[in-house]
Nanobody, 123 residues
Framework: QVQLVESGGGLVQAGGSLRLSCAASGRTFSLDDMGWFRQAPGKEREFVAHIRWSGGSTYYADSVKGRFTISRDNAKKMVYLQMNSLKPEDTAVYYC????????????????WGQGTQVTVSS
């Protein structure tokens, strides 16, 4: 079992920055690949970013590439999402998740999810 708790969301103006955090507890975290997804009202949950267990490889959705950075601290069992140059279309609930296998951008590849944190970007 893994428990995930996201934090760091809030209201920010377009062009601003936020740093999301995901705290993990439970089984060994350092061997888990992790991902961030988001879901806007009326839309499906979509992939945002992924990081391998070692932190050596990262992947991003095209819509956030160059603006968002995923990172992790295995000693602290934390995953982060630094979001810069935020746009109104980034408004969504952001979730972190543990990947069990499969393609990194597929929703079905993840089996543990946090409760999400709301990010709202005003224009």
């Amino acid at each position: 079992q893994v428990q995930l708790v996201e934090s760091g969301g809030g209201l920010v103006q377009a062009g601003g920055s936020l740093r999301l955090s995901c705290a993990a507890s439970g089984r060994t975290f350092s061997l888990d690949d992790m991902g961030w997804f988001r879901q806007a009202p009326g839309k499906e949950r979509e992939f945002v970013a992924h990081i391998r267990w070692s932190g050596g490889s990262t992947y991003y959705a095209d819509s956030v590439k160059g603006r968002f950075t995923i990172s992790r601290d295995n000693a602290k069992k934390m995953v982060y999402l630094q979001m810069n140059s935020l746009k109104p279309e980034d408004t969504a609930v952001y979730y972190c998740a543990v990947r069990r296998g499969g393609y990194y951008s597929d929703y079905g590849s993840y089996d543990y999810w946090g409760q999400g944190t709301q990010v709202t970007v005003s224009s």
